[in-house]
Nanobody
């Protein structure tokens, strides 16, 4: 069982920046960030593979950057130019190479408000 621990959420003003971190108990095939805004469905923000390949939601690509550290156990989400509509619970996700096994973090709240 892979455990994911997130950190970095909080309250930020519109236009501000925030960096989320998620550390896995062991390296896994791919890691991603999802978010769920109030009253909305869970949506993918971005996924990064061990290879370094990235899949990201086009509407957020210019403001949100996903990256892995050198151990490939910690994934970051750098968020810039934050808007009120970015307010959501952000979840870290990991998948094994089969794509059929999912691991989830507990979620971290990001609130964008003045």
């Amino acid at each position: 069982q892979v455990h994911l621990a997130e950190s970095g959420g909080g309250l930020v003003q519109p236009g501000g920046s925030l960096r989320l971190s998620c550390t896995a108990s062991e390296s896994i095939y791919s890691m991603a960030w999802y978010r769920r805004a109030p009253g909305e469905q869970l949506e993918l923000v971005a996924r990064i593979f061990e290879s370094g390949n990235i899949v990201s939601e086009p509407s957020m690509r210019d403001r949100f950057t996903i990256s892995l550290d050198e151990t490939k156990k910690t994934v970051f989400l750098q968020m810039t130019s934050l808007k009120s509509e970015d307010t959501a619970v952000y979840y870290c996700n990991g998948k094994d190479s089969s794509g059929h096994v999912d691991y989830w973090g507990q979620g971290t709240q990001v609130t964008v408000s003045s």
